[in-house]
């Protein structure tokens, strides 16, 4: 009789050799990568790759939010930071004008809901706010990405986007707006085609969902 293994919890931190594993496949596919010590060490250099005075959207994310690097950018002043530029516009009026600054900032800064030991990132979202500039809006992204989120293959990662990634989100958007979440739009960047416009920062500790 063969026993079945329990299957892997999507809120532990992948080893070392899963993490290197999943670096290499991703520099192999075009990516930029730097496996970092954890949180602070990616707020260190998220600073250090972009310069002052560039325009910066944050993609809405509880690993920035966590980490502090959502309110480096947004709130120091060092940036053009695009996110509280265009929460202050009136969205009945000048959507168009929201829809483009978001869609073309200089640099993105977000994570991603899963990234793969066979080189792809997997980015859900419910409003897609945050996909143009991640697919090829921006002209350079960063993803700071937990190493929770490193999965085996493609339908694991569409797997953790369902049963850990959308429940949490639903009950922090239950509780911050008052109605759950939903995968309305799902990116799958699979490789990056321009050398030098993707950047991931893999940690070796858990942060975010």
């Not at 899963?114 to 792809?120: F, I, L, P, S, V």
């Not at 990132?121 to 500039?133: C, D, E, I, N, Y």
């Not at 992204?141 to 569409?158: E, F, M, N």
Request: hydrophobic share 45%; glycine share 10%.
């Amino acid at each position: 009789m063969t026993t079945q293994l329990p299957a892997p919890s999507f809120a532990d931190p992948a080893s070392a050799q899963r993490l290197e594993r999943a670096a290499t496949a991703l520099t192999a596919h075009g990516f930029t990568v730097e496996i970092l010590d954890g949180a602070a060490a990616a707020r260190a250099r998220v600073g250090e790759l972009i310069p002052p005075g560039t325009s910066v959207f944050t993609g809405s994310s509880e690993t920035l939010r966590r980490s502090g690097i959502e309110e480096d950018i947004n709130a120091s002043g060092r940036y053009e930071a695009i996110r509280p530029r265009v929460l202050a516009m009136d969205r009945a009026t000048r959507m168009d004008e929201i829809r483009r600054l978001l869609a073309g900032p200089d640099v993105v800064v977000g994570s991603v809901a899963a990234c793969t030991e066979t080189g792809c990132l997997v980015a859900a979202s419910g409003s897609g706010s945050q996909l143009p500039s991640y697919a090829g809006g921006a002209a350079r992204a960063i993803w700071v990405v937990g190493a929770q989120k490193v999965v085996p293959d493609l339908s694991t990662a569409l797997r953790r986007v369902e049963e850990h990634c959308l429940p949490l989100e639903s009950a922090r958007t239950q509780a911050a707006h008052g109605w759950p979440s939903a995968v309305n739009r799902l990116l799958i960047l699979n490789a990056e085609p321009y050398p030098g416009r993707g950047t991931v920062l893999l940690l070796r500790e858990a942060i975010g969902f």
